[in-house]
């Protein structure tokens, strides 16, 4: 199952509708936004959207939408949030991620927030960050977005630079190498 994944568009549509081509034509079945202007998907007409509100969204303070969210893909615990730990705009419901994280209840933590990609596995647990689509950013990074391809047994996570759509870091996981 392979799922396009997304962050911290800003407004920047021409970037999030090539990004999102690129994705489609790859095989992606869902795409996901980790916040920061998720609102901004809505321009690409997609259907199939999984999406969380960044933290000083508006819709960030509406108990109605989720701020974070628990998926399974192929039998691995997915949590999406835009901030990979919790943070002073929650809400006193909203899902903790680091109680999540330490009691090793889901597998992956799909984040954005930092505008920095990144793949990385740590105790046991996978995380995700798929940078940013802005034009230009402070902390010198280009615009990238991911691609994950899940199996009941691997994840191939790609991150891909937006411009020339090369391969700015890719990772394999097995099922051996997940959290009990």
């Known amino acids: ?45 997609e259907e199939d959207i999984l999406r969380v509100p960044g933290v000083f969204s508006d819709m960030y303070q509406d108990p109605e939408i989720p701020n974070r969210r628990i998926e399974d893909f192929l039998s691995w615990r997915v949590l999406l949030s835009h901030t990979v730990s919790s943070h002073e705009n929650d809400l006193p419901d909203d899902i903790e991620p680091e109680e999540l994280i330490r009691s090793k209840k889901i597998d992956v933590v799909l984040y954005g927030h930092t505008h920095i990609p990144d793949i990385k596995r740590e105790e046991g647990i996978i995380f995700v960050n798929p940078g940013h689509l802005k034009d230009e950013d402070k902390k010198g990074y280009p615009p990238t977005f991911c691609l994950l391809d899940f199996t009941e047994y691997t994840i191939t996570i790609e991150i891909y630079e937006l411009k020339d759509k090369l391969i700015f870091q890719e990772e394999f996981f097995t099922k051996e190498e997940r959290c009990p």
């Not at 509708?17 to 489609?24: H, M, P, Y």
């Open 1 to 45: 199952m392979k799922i396009g994944l997304l962050s911290d568009t800003h407004g920047n549509i021409k970037n999030l509708n090539s990004a999102v081509e690129f994705l489609k034509s790859s095989g992606a079945e869902i795409i996901i936004h980790l916040g920061d202007d998720y609102v901004d998907i809505d321009e690409c007409g």
